[in-house]
């Protein structure tokens, strides 16, 4: 049997995988009606007595993690989800070039349940977005048909599935830019903390700088946001597109003033610098409906040298101008995580941003069972993203309703080509199966 290792690995990789789960406490409310403390609108119901994990197999649901048990309907009723446990965006690279591979249709099948919600690792939305060897694209003919059947399969299973799409913005290298050009940013200021190399072709390099994007970049881009979502929705067959405006990436790159230094409108003031999200917004929900797009935001992060003076009123300010669109969710990152890390300590909280923002919440990071839970119950969240626990673990949910131990991922195989840490994490059946034949 493999045994799954817990190692530091590299700063350089994507913040992608980015939250963490462990063994489920017992230790939580037994109620089995939770009113919301920090949303007044938000309640929620009494969860029923069995969850269906697949096949028809039900569990009982023990009151403790109740609260993650409860149906919720998404996007104003288009999606009935039977859970609030999310499946978070997690970047593999097991791609063939940018082409999904037929792997990833087992991949994302073993972690679907009737009923949840999975959002796809991040999806690159035309060339220039590339900063990652080995990441999908959504921009070739080619691309759209190979994950056709990847979708096919999750819905199959009775899920949910989002696309989440991706510009890397600086977060790039001439190498990986079509023509060798310089990849673009919101400036001229590189990435350039020692603990960030870019993988290329001929290996690891350091950033380099970027050009500050001009406005017609900034049109052409949007524009690319809202192809590749109608790409996404309409030939893929995604349920809707996340857009990522996290983590250092091109959206990010706006929002945040330690990297965005621009005088002109997309530039200087918290309105300006958060124009260039609100516009990708805009153009997204026009090509496919505001119930088909949520936004994923990580105000606190300073992973690839993203960092925000005043997080606050910077995410406020964008929270209040999301709530008119409708979204189906919001997705924000907790302020332990930072990129790939979680902190010992970290101060911060995203209490201010639920209490602005009106509609679908959506929190990841760091996250257990009974925080999770927690989180549900006293609406700090409507729904919960678990990350590298949900990776290491495909019978995810049934874990967490029998309260038995989670496998421990493997941080050497999350980036890694080939099939080991990525389609090999046993089940519990297969654990006992293995148990029963060393006997």
């Known amino acids: 049997m493999k045994v799954m290792r817990n190692v530091v690995s590299p700063g350089k990789m994507p913040a992608g995988v980015v939250t963490n789960s462990r063994r489920a406490s017992r230790a939580a409310s037994k109620s ?7 949303s007044p609108a938000t309640t929620v119901t009494v969860p029923p007595a069995q969850f269906d994990i697949g096949g028809g197999n039900l569990l009982p ?3 403790d993690v109740a ?3 409860t149906p919720y309907s998404l996007s104003g009723g288009r999606f ?6 999310v499946y978070a965006p997690l970047t593999r690279m097991r791609a063939v070039g940018t082409i999904p591979q037929p792997s990833a249709a087992v991949y994302y099948s073993q972690r679907a349940v009737p009923g949840g919600l999975i959002i796809s690792e991040a999806t690159n939305i ?5 900063g990652y060897m080995n990441t999908p694209g959504l921009f070739l003919p080619e691309q759209l048909e190979a994950w056709k059947p990847i979708v096919r399969a999750v819905k199959d299973r009775g899920a949910t599935f989002f696309c989440q799409l991706w510009h890397c913005g600086r977060a790039s290298h001439p190498d990986l830019q079509p023509g060798g050009a310089d990849p673009i940013s919101s400036s001229t200021r590189p990435i350039t903390s020692p603990e960030y190399a870019v993988y290329t072709p001929s290996g690891p390099k350091p950033y380099a700088r970027p050009r500050a994007a001009t406005k017609e970049d900034i049109r052409r881009v949007v524009g690319e946001y809202a192809r590749a979502a109608r790409n996404a929705v309409e030939v893929a067959g995604f349920d809707g597109v996340e857009i990522h405006g996290a983590n250092g990436y091109l959206i990010d790159q706006f929002i945040k003033d330690s990297i965005n230094d621009r005088t002109d409108e997309y530039g200087g003031s918290i309105e300006n610098r958060c124009r260039f999200a609100l516009e990708v917004v805009e153009a997204v929900v026009a090509a496919v409906g505001a119930d088909r797009v949520g936004i994923r935001i990580t105000p606190f992060t300073g992973f690839l040298d993203a960092l925000d003076s005043t997080p606050y009123a910077t995410h406020t300010y964008l929270m209040e101008k999301l709530n008119k669109y409708g979204l189906s969710y919001v997705h924000m990152v907790e302020p332990r995580i930072q990129g790939n890390a979680e902190v010992e300590q970290s101060t911060g909280s995203l209490e201010p941003f639920r209490r602005v923002y009106k509609g679908t ?8 069972a009974d925080t999770g839970a927690a989180a549900v119950a006293r609406g700090h969240a409507d729904l ?3 990350g590298r626990t949900y990776l290491a673990n495909p019978d995810f949910h049934k874990r967490f309703l029998l309260h038995a131990p989670l496998n421990q991922y493997d941080r050497d195989t999350f980036y890694s080509p080939g099939m080991e840490g990525y389609l090999d994490y046993p089940t519990m059946e297969e654990l006992q199966t293995r148990s029963s034949q060393a006997q």
């Open 80 to 85: 009935q989800l039977s859970n609030r446990i």
């Open 61 to 63: 649901i023990p009151s």
């Open 67 to 69: 609260p993650l048990f």
């Open 384 to 386: 919960v993203a678990y």
């Open 32 to 38: 089995r009606t939770y009113a919301s403390t920090a």
């Open 361 to 368: 919440f959506i929190c990841a990071g760091g996250f257990k």
């Open 126 to 130: 035309t060339p220039e977005a590339l």
